[in-house]
């Protein structure tokens, strides 16, 4: 059992957990993410790892609650325990060498890019943090990117906070501008990262993306998160799972990998729902 060394809203439907972890602490790295299940019967589900603390063995989690597994995790309060809690598994995000990255989060993604945007920071790396969400409510994770990033910027889609549009408007701003970045990575919704990709393809930004939202299980046995990559004009199966999850945006098939996250979207919807009129029961 992994016991629950902390938790806290960041806004209504995003949590922070911190469990308790050593082994995954000690070894973790940014872009690396772990399996949990919150009861012996439970379901597997994948979670990238938001940052780790060596000394107390706690390793963070944040979390979207938009299914079942998600809804049951949040029902557990600090003191409490979850039944399993593995990794850290998948490769690390590529940040060796890089001397100029732009950080690009969007919504829960933020949670993801944080981890990355802080081990960049740490190695010395001049880092430009873009971070969006839909607005003002859903904002999380502002003051952690502003400890990071030589440069934040936050957009909100409705103009509700900081600057009105999305994620792309300040990259091209950059990059019109003469700005050179030696990797973009950019990791939120599959639509948010495509359209980055295609901001940046003009200017020649290599970009990483990161391809956690269409993983279901973790372990490459389900195929749920098989990935369309075009490489030498072949066209090549990937596992964002084992494979990944990071990917070179510009040979990504988002339109496959956006119609592959829809696949379970009603079952997911019902379970939940199932989950929550358990909770209301109580």
Known sequence: MYKIL?????????????????LVANKAKAGQFIIL????????????????????GGVKIIFQIVG?????????????SIADFVGPLGTPTHIAGLKKVCVIGGGVGCAIALPVAEALHAQGTEVTSVIGFRNKDLLI???????????????TDDGSYARHGNVTVPL???????????????????????FVTLTAKPYGVPVTVSMNP?????????????????????????????????????????????????????????????????????
């Open 141 to 155: 994770l502002e003051d952690e990117f502003k400890a990071c990033s030589d440069k934040l910027i936050v957009m």
């Open 214 to 282: 269409i993983m279901i299980d973790g372990t490459g046995m389900c195929g749920g998160c098989r990935l369309t990559l075009l490489q030498d004009g072949k066209r090549v199966t990937k596992f964002a799972c084992v494979d990944g999850p990071d990917f070179n945006g510009y040979e990504v098939d988002f339109d496959e990998a956006m119609m592959r996250g829809r696949t379970y979207f009603d079952f997911e919807r019902k379970a939940h729902e199932k989950v929550c009129n358990l909770y209301k029961g109580v």
């Open 172 to 194: 091209k701003e950059m990059l019109d501008a003469g700005e050179k970045f030696d990797m973009v990575i950019t990791i939120g919704p599959i639509i948010m990262m495509k």
């Open 6 to 22: 902390k938790k806290k809203s960041l806004n209504p439907t995003v949590t922070m957990m911190e469990i308790e972890a050593p």
């Open 37 to 56: 299940r919150v009861d012996e019967e439970g379901e597997r589900i994948p979670l990238t790892i938001a940052g780790t603390d060596k000394a107390t």
């Open 68 to 80: 079942a597994t998600t809804e049951k995790l949040n029902h557990k309060e600090e003191g409490e």
